[in-house]
Every structure is written in structure tokens, then in C-alpha cells.
């Protein structure tokens, strides 16, 4: 359309008196266009997000060959979106941004388990289990590893059938949607707690691994002389009815990669002990696990809540799963 029409074909530079031929108005132009959003909250976030991209603009004086570089980065990023692949989430993650959004969002009483980041790997269907069941029945290299522990709530009493939802890699440190058989669903599992809201969820025990970086994400952390790797963990979402639920991992204290996550996500209250043993525990060996294998324990405590914030969760994985995300 011809400039200074909209999409109504009506004038609109006499309205916002919109002839911005500076750098100093053009913000302010920008910023006038958008004044009449009538969703307030989108408003709000309109209007932010030009002031701070200009901002940005301005502060590093961007060239139009970076700039150029910059729609070639994002139009790559999401030629490699697929159903295996979250090129866009994999950018929130490594730029820390998905994690301010859980900080935000997540601010938890005292005692109550922190969440952290959700990650592009979570798969909807996975199968229920009973205790003791076994997620990782195709990995033939982990070491067995045993995870146990209890869900309660902020006074420490049990939560009976509350709902593990559990994901992680193999022991190849790659999630099954990465895999040689992507559509078979492989160390994933829901399970229930018990009439004293314990758990018991047999695995192998976790390795660090690298976040994908074949695309534009990974030329990012090259270019600024980041690594890819993840510290050893276990994916989480944790729910009950009347509590709010949490997305979480469990991490290994003794995985180098602690540091320096490369997505920002770990929290201290997320680090447990996998303790070695030579022999198995009685647990163990009643689930025929011959040693050496690995133990661990971690409580989840859920904070009462309504039933809003767990439709919030659920609708997350949803539009993931929507969005070719295995969510
Ligand atoms: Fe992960």
C-alpha cells in the first residue's frame, strides 16, 4: 500500500503526526502508531518492545549488513522448526530468557520445589507406569538408577496420587525424538504416588549432553565462545489436584557442567546425590537390578493453589505439541 495509509486505505500521517525523519523521533513515531492498541496488555507490550529494540538499535549503532545477518539468523532458525526440532526455544533457552520468564513467573514460598526451564523434549502420551517401572527398558549402556522420594505439601504432608511426569535423555545424551526411531517413545514416563505420596521411578542415571547445535543457535554459542552442554539432569512436571504444578529437574551434584549450564537452568535446591552402590539395594534387587547401580532421593513440595495455573501448564505442552515441538 502507498506509505502513509492503512490497511483502510485512510491517511494516518496527520493523525499521529507520524513524519519521522530523525533518529531521535522515530521512536517516538513508532511508539504513536501503537497508542491505540485496545487489548491493554498488549499495549503494554507493544509499546516496550519498540522502545527497547530501538533502544537496542541505537545503543550498537546496527549496520544494515547486521542487520541483514540478523533476518538471514532468525529465518534459518525457523526453517529448522520441525517436529523433532525447536530452534526458537533453543534461542529463549541459550539467551537466558526462558529463564527469567520461570523467575518471573515461579515465585515459590519458602519450601515449596522451584521450577526451571521446560525445555523442547517434553512428549505428550508418554505411558503410565506403575512404581518401579521402567523408562529406559531400550538402554542397554546406562547404569541402573533408582529414583525415589515423596510429593508433600508445604506442611510436609503426603499428596496421594500426585503425577510424575518424567523425561530424559539416553545414555547416549540424546532424547528419543533425536534418535534412529523418533516416533517410539523412549525414557518417558507418568507415575503416581502412593497412599504416603512416595514415588519410585527406575531409570539409567542421567548424563550431561549437548544442546543440538547444528543450526544458527549453535553458531551463536561457537561465535561467542560458548559450550553447548547441559549438566547430568531429570525432566519433571509434577501435579496434583489443588496444588499448583511444578516444571522442574532433578540435577547429579557431581556433573562438571554445573556452572556453566548452557541454558541457565540450575537452581541449588535442584542438585541431589546419585550414590553408587556396588550391590544392589533390596528395592533394587526385588526389581531384578544387579549392581553396581545408583541411587537417588528428592521430595517434590507442591504449593496449594486453584485449578487456573495447572490448566496453564497443561496448555503450555499443548500449543508445544502444536507448535512441532514433541511437546
Ligand atoms: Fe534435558
Not at 93 to 119: C, I, N, W, Y
Not at 203 to 212: D, G, L, M, S, W
Request: net charge negative.
Amino acid at each position: 500500500m502507498p506509505d502513509g495509509q492503512n490497511t483502510h486505505g485512510q491517511n494516518t500521517n496527520g493523525r499521529d503526526g507520524a513524519r519521522s525523519t530523525t533518529e531521535d523521533d522515530i521512536t517516538a513515531a513508532v511508539l504513536a502508531r501503537f497508542a491505540a492498541t485496545p487489548e491493554p496488555r498488549l499495549k503494554q507490550i507493544m509499546l516496550a518492545l519498540i522502545k527497547h529494540l530501538h533502544a537496542f538499535v541505537k545503543e550498537v549503532e546496527l549496520t544494515e549488513a547486521e542487520w541483514f545477518q540478523a533476518i538471514e539468523i532468525l529465518t534459518e532458525a525457523g526453517k529448522m522448526c520441525s517436529d523433532k526440532r525447536q530452534e526458537f526455544i533453543l534461542f529463549s533457552d541459550t539467551l537466558g530468557v526462558s529463564m527469567v520468564v520461570d523467575l518471573l513467573g515461579h515465585r515459590k514460598p519458602e519450601g515449596a520445589t522451584e521450577s526451571t526451564v521446560f525445555g523442547p523434549f517434553h512428549r505428550l502420551g508418554s505411558p503410565d507406569l506403575p512404581p518401579g517401572g521402567n523408562i529406559a527398558h531400550r538402554d542397554t549402556v546406562g547404569v541402573p538408577t533408582l529414583v525415589s522420594g515423596r510429593v508433600l505439601d508445604l506442611d510436609g504432608k503426603p499428596i496421594v496420587g500426585a503425577l510424575l511426569d518424567v523425561w530424559q535423555t539416553q545414555s547416549n545424551g540424546l532424547y528419543d525424538s533425536q534418535d534412529e526411531h523418533p516416533d517410539e517413545l523412549h525414557m518417558r514416563g507418568k507415575f503416581r504416588t502412593d497412599a504416603e505420596g512416595r514415588y519410585l521411578i527406575r531409570t539409567v542415571r542421567p548424563v550431561n549432553y549437548p544442546i543440538p547445535s547444528d543450526g544458527p543457535v549453535g553458531a551463536m554459542l561457537k561465535a561467542t565462545g560458548r559450550h553447548p552442554m547441559r549438566p547430568a539432569h531429570i525432566h519433571f512436571v509434577v501435579m496434583a489436584d489443588g496444588y499448583e504444578p511444578v516444571t522442574t529437574h532433578i540435577f547429579d551434584r557431581t556433573d562438571p557442567y554445573l556452572e556453566s549450564d548452557a541454558v541457565f537452568a540450575v537452581k541449588e535446591s535442584l542438585i541431589c546425590d546419585f550414590v553408587r552402590h556396588e550391590a544392589p539395594t533390596a528395592e533394587a534387587a526385588r526389581l531384578g537390578i544387579a549392581g553396581p547401580m545408583f541411587t537417588a532421593n528428592f521430595d517434590f513440595v507442591l504449593k496449594p493453589t486453584g485449578v487456573a495455573a495447572r490448566i496453564d501448564v497443561l496448555d503450555a505442552q499443548r500449543r508445544l505439541a502444536a507448535l512441532g515441538a514433541r511437546a
